[in-house]
């Protein structure tokens, strides 16, 4: 069964850092790009950044970058996202999502599977 799994959302102060991960099961992620995107109440889904399937190009929003990392580790069939300096608009649910290709990309229509996302809130 194919399947992704986020973890690591939470509660954060303002300037706090979190680590998302992405796990895979059911499929080996070195193939595929990995995207994350987010959705905040009322709002669109977001890519926020994206990481090719040789770790070999990234891509950041400009909402995020300085501030996010997207990192993979094949052996461990994961991809993370780390995320410091928050700030109260990152607030969001967050999901990673796969798409069998080299390069990725920042639109959620290209990705072939998705997780159930993790909460993220940024609040004092």
């Known amino acids: 069964q194919v399947q992704l799994v986020e973890s690591g959302g939470g509660l954060v102060q303002p300037g706090g850092s979190l680590r998302l991960s992405c796990a895979a099961s059911?499929?080996?992620?070195?193939?595929?790009?990995i995207g994350w995107f987010r959705q905040a109440p009322g709002k669109d889904l977001e890519g926020v950044s994206c990481?090719?399937?040789?770790?070999?190009?990234?891509y950041y929003a400009d909402s995020v970058k300085g501030r996010f990392t997207i990192s993979r580790d094949n052996a461990k069939n994961t991809v993370y996202l780390q995320m410091n300096s928050l700030k109260p608009e990152d607030t969001a649910v967050y999901y990673c999502?796969?798409?069998?290709?080299?390069?990725?990309?920042?639109?959620?229509?290209?990705?072939?599977?998705w997780g159930q996302g993790t909460q993220v809130t940024v609040s004092s």
């Open positions: 999502a796969a798409e069998r290709d080299y390069y990725c990309s920042p639109r959620p229509d290209e990705y072939d599977y």
């Open positions: 059911g499929f080996t992620l070195d193939y595929y790009a």
């Open positions: 990481i090719s399937s040789g770790a070999g190009s990234t």
